[in-house]
């Protein structure tokens, strides 16, 4: 968020910090015995029982419904992105790079969750801090953060038996996925994996989801090798190393990505030559496994893989 953006952000909300600030001798909503949060970042807070939460991102959204817990707000993409069942009276409180201070504040929440890795939501933090509200960021790219966040969760929640369900059995089936992929005892295939968007396209390695479980799963990334790779895709990076997979990830409009990659490869006709691509290795994978967070189907993103990678059902 630009600079002149976040004055702008402080004064639409200045009435409602002053009002919030008003009504600040108003009792925790849960009551009673509370419990601790403890972030990605390493803060620790105090939340009453069953606290006012309003999360800022659609995948937390959802994860802190799999804990067994109900958002009074969320952002836009928990409904039209992840399709979450929620409660008619559930507010929207803006976009996940928008989001509306003025109206978390109104919602007056025990705890605003929000994500480490989006600048915008990061700035508006401190506007709620200094309004007095409890604000934690997470960051979840790999299984092991989304466990450690749901375990946060669940603590809070109260609901153990939705860790059990959503975490500990999802974490089996990752670990008997990765234990097939090592008892194969041969070099992965090398691949490369971009990420696409409507006006540029990126090599990623293990800074994402999917980088990461092809990582676990034995595969060779042409990126580590190639690290400028990460800021400009050099075509002829690619066809020199001729990798056995090409991996896309979108952001954004899939089609719009698509479209944008499509007129890359039109114009070199060298791309249709590659290995992967002659041998249909060259696959766009499916945002809900690995462009959102997976949460409770992290296993499946393993399986997805596996299956292509190793001709796993």
Not at 60 to 85: F, N, Q, R
Not at 122 to 138: M, P
Not at 257 to 272: E, R
Request: glycine content about 8%; charged content about 25%.
């Amino acid at each position: 968020m630009k600079k002149t953006h976040v004055i702008l952000l402080g004064l639409t909300v200045c009435l409602a910090v002053f009002l919030f600030g008003c009504s600040s001798g108003r009792e925790p909503s849960g009551g009673g015995e509370g419990s601790s949060l403890t972030d990605s970042e390493g803060k620790t807070v105090m939340l009453p029982k069953d606290p006012r939460v309003v999360c800022l991102y659609g995948s937390y959204s959802e994860a802190w419904m799999l804990a067994g817990g109900e958002p009074v707000g969320v952002t836009e993409d928990a409904g039209s992105d992840h399709k979450l069942d929620l409660p008619q009276d559930t507010a929207i409180v803006g976009t996940v790079k928008e989001p509306n201070a003025e109206v978390i504040l109104s919602l007056e929440p025990d705890l605003v969750i929000l994500s480490s890795d989006i600048a915008a939501q990061q700035d508006v933090k401190q506007v709620l801090e200094n309004a007095g509200l409890v604000c934690v960021s997470f960051r979840v790219d790999t299984f092991d953060e989304y466990a450690f966040m749901m375990e946060q969760f669940c603590r809070v929640t109260g609901r153990q038996d939705r860790y059990e369900e959503y975490v500990t059995r999802v974490g089996e089936r990752i670990e008997a996925v990765k234990a097939r992929a090592a008892e194969r005892g041969e070099d992965g295939p090398d691949i490369l994996l971009i990420r696409a968007y409507s006006s540029g396209i990126k090599a990623k390695t293990d800074d994402e989801l999917a980088g990461v479980i092809l990582a676990e799963l034995g595969c060779h990334n042409i990126a580590d090798d190639h690290p400028s790779m990460l800021e400009d895709l050099s075509m002829e990076e690619v066809i020199r190393s001729d990798p056995d997979y090409i991996f896309v990830t979108t952001m954004g409009s899939e089609e719009k990505a698509l479209t944008y990659l499509d007129s890359l490869i039109a114009a070199n006709p060298a791309w249709q030559e590659l290995e992967a691509v002659k041998n249909g290795r060259n696959l766009v994978l499916p945002k809900a496994l690995f462009h959102y967070k997976p949460n409770h189907r992290w296993g499946e993103s393993y399986e997805y893989l596996a299956g292509i990678l190793f001709g796993e059902e």
